[in-house]
């Protein structure tokens, strides 16, 4: 039998545009059979302002598709602890919206999905409901007892992260031999499984203005940065810095890499955004299994009224079909 891919869906902060997207993505030509994980009524509430009528049955995991119409998806149900507004954020829904990560990565760890894409969840609210959590990508890996690195792929763009979700005050202290090594193996494992890279070539960005500049602008690169590179590079890895950040990302010089290594969020990702948003993938390498997710937040301002673009969704969707097949034996 010539069965379906097992894709996870999550459906995200209930009060956000997620549920808007998981109808969208119901709607495409996906080869998948698509479970979504999250509350039934979510689903046929953003399909009705949608106007887009939605098949939606139950899940049993023994179950096998062969194909899905489109329009058509499985729900994995897990109910609300309270009803959802649009644009109205609740954190009595807080502990709901984690169940769902939580069933995504235990089926993922399982078999039971071939990988999951995560639709955006609001970590503000998530916190305020006393829910310590700063990210999926820090919730995947310590469901999977696994370290995890951040990559953010626009289409030939890759950029991947030394710290992802910290105060800015906070990274200097974060940036370690020992961390960037370990993260930098990670990148470079990533590329050659996942993306078929023989040799990945890894430009890593200095921390400071300017790279340093020579010591004058901040001590990280000749302390930490520098020799780390060189440790990889004597071992066989491709790669080159720490380069300046200003410039590294110049039209004349990006064919020259597979993949970007930023010391801090805000540092590789405007970049990254301003050249690929709503097309952009999220992608977590070292997990045990593929996990993907959009390149944007829950859009409070656009749930509900059936305005949010669901490129990045789709491209999550396509990409986590794709790295699962490579995955597969």
């Known amino acids: 039998m010539n069965v379906l891919p097992r894709l996870a869906v999550t459906l995200g902060e209930p009060a956000g545009i997620g549920p808007e997207l998981a109808v969208r993505l119901a709607h495409s ?16 509430e953003a399909a009705s302002r949608l106007r887009l009528p939605i098949g939606l049955s139950g899940y ?15 729900v994995l149900h897990q109910p609300l602890a309270v009803p959802s507004e649009p644009g109205r954020l609740e954190p009595a829904n807080g502990a709901a919206v984690i169940a769902t990560l939580a069933r995504a990565a235990d089926g993922c760890l399982a078999g039971e999905f071939d990988a999951v894409v995560t639709l955006p969840v609001h970590k503000g609210v998530i916190n305020e409901a006393g829910i310590p959590f700063s990210g999926h990508t820090e919730f995947f890996a ?28 906070r990274v200097p202290d974060s940036i370690s031999p020992p961390r960037l090594s ?24 200095g921390l400071n203005p300017h790279a340093g500049e020579g010591g004058f602008l901040g001590r990280e690169e000749i302390e930490i940065i520098a020799p780390t590179v060189r440790q990889l590079r004597e071992e066989g890895m491709d790669m080159e810095g720490p380069l300046s950040a200003d410039t590294a990302f110049v039209p004349e010089r990006r064919p020259r890499y597979d993949a970007y290594f930023a010391m801090y969020h805000d ?12 097309a952009a ?22 749930a509900g009224q059936g305005r949010a673009d669901p490129g990045s969704a789709l491209a999550a969707a396509r990409l986590a079909l794709d790295l699962a097949g490579r995955r597969r034996p």
């Open 281 to 302: 993938v999220n992608v977590s390498l070292g997990l045990p299994f593929v996990r993907t997710s959009v390149d944007h937040g829950v859009a409070l301002d656009l």
């Open 267 to 278: 540092q590789g990702l405007p970049v990254l955004k301003a050249l690929g948003f709503g």
């Open 60 to 74: 049993e995991a023994d179950a096998r598709l062969e194909r899905r119409p489109p329009g058509c998806a499985r």
């Open 29 to 44: 030509d996906l080869p998948a059979d698509l479970v979504m994980i999250g509350d039934r009524g979510l689903l046929e």
């Open 142 to 169: 310590g469901r999977a007892g696994s370290p995890v690195l951040m990559l953010m792929v626009a289409g030939s763009l890759r950029v991947a992260l030394a710290t992802t979700h910290l105060p800015l005050r």
């Open 182 to 205: 370990a993260r930098l193996r990670l990148l470079h494992a990533g590329l050659r499984q996942d993306f078929r890279l023989a040799a990945p070539r890894i430009a890593v960005l």
